[in-house]
C-alpha cells in the first residue's frame, strides 16, 4: 500500500505501532508508537490535517482498528480497511476453530504433544498453563527474554514463508499439531498447506469482531476510494 501511494504521489505517512524492531524501508514517511487511544489519534488527525485513512492494521489488532473507527467517526475522516480475506478449510483441511486465544490454550489441555506456536510473540506468555507441550516458535525478532514455556525452541524468521520449507520445519520438529491465527493473506499461508500435505491438524483462532466499517481486500481499491 505504501509503494502505491508513492508511486501515485499520494502524500501518506505509515504508522508502526512498534512491535517490530526491524521494520522494512517504506517509500513514505513512517512514525512509530502508538496514539494514545481514541483522544491522541483524533488529536494526531487534526494537527496533521489528515483528509483520508487507511486502516492496513493486522486482523488481530481490534483495538487500532477500533479506535480508528471511533477517531474517524468523531472528526469527521473517511476511512477504508485494507484487509486480507480470512483463510477457509478446503479439502484435506484438519482444522479446529476456537474463538479466541483464552480457547486456544483451553483447547491444548491433554497428552504431551509438539506443537508449531505459529500466533507472534505478543501472547506466548498465555500459553505458561499448558507447560507439558514441546513448542516451536517462529518469531520475526529474536526475544529479549525466554518464553514461560519449559520446553521451546524459537525460529527467528520473516515471511513470506514457502510450504517446502515449513514442511520440512515441520518434520524435523516432529509437530503434532499447528496453532495459527486467521491472519489471512499469502505471507504466512505456507504453515497451512504443510500441515495439509503432513495430515496435521490445525487449532485455528477466530479473527476478533470489529465494529462495522468499509473494508476493500486490494489496493487497487483503495486508491479508487481515494480518487473518489
Not at 489528515?50 to 480508528?68: E, L, R, W, Y
Not at 483447547?107 to 514441546?134: C, S, W, Y
Not at 516451536?136 to 517446502?164: I, M, Q, W, Y
Request: hydrophobic letters at 40%.
Amino acid at each position: 500500500m505504501a509503494k502505491a501511494l508513492a508511486e501515485a504521489q499520494i502524500p501518506a505517512t505509515l504508522s508502526y505501532m512498534g512491535r517490530v524492531e526491524r521494520p522494512k524501508p517504506q517509500p513514505i514517511p513512517v512514525r512509530i508508537g502508538g496514539f494514545g487511544g481514541v483522544p491522541g489519534l483524533v488529536q494526531y488527525l487534526k494537527d496533521h490535517a489528515i483528509t483520508h485513512v487507511i486502516d492496513a492494521t493486522h486482523p488481530f489488532a481490534a483495538q487500532m482498528s477500533t479506535n480508528a473507527v471511533t477517531a474517524c467517526a468523531d472528526t469527521g475522516t473517511p476511512l477504508v480497511a485494507l484487509t486480507r480475506p480470512a483463510w477457509t478449510p478446503g479439502p484435506g483441511d484438519n482444522w479446529r476453530s476456537v474463538a479466541d486465544i483464552p480457547a486456544a490454550v483451553a483447547a491444548l489441555d491433554g497428552p504431551a504433544k509438539n506443537v508449531m506456536l505459529a500466533i507472534g510473540r505478543m501472547h506466548v506468555h498465555e500459553f505458561a498453563p499448558q507447560p507439558q507441550h514441546t513448542y516451536l516458535l517462529r518469531l520475526v525478532d529474536e526475544p529479549k527474554e525466554p518464553a514461560p514455556l519449559p520446553n521451546h525452541t524459537v525460529v527467528v524468521d520473516r515471511g513470506p514463508f514457502s510450504s517446502d520449507a515449513d514442511e520440512a520445519l515441520m518434520r524435523d520438529h516432529k509437530i503434532d499439531l499447528v496453532v495459527s491465527k486467521n491472519a489471512g493473506g499469502t505471507g504466512s499461508v505456507s504453515k497451512l498447506d504443510a500441515a495439509r500435505k503432513l495430515g496435521l491438524p490445525v487449532l485455528m483462532i477466530d479473527r476478533p469482531s470489529l465494529p462495522p466499517r468499509h473494508e476493500v481486500h486490494d489496493i487497487a481499491d483503495v486508491l479508487t476510494w481515494l480518487s473518489a
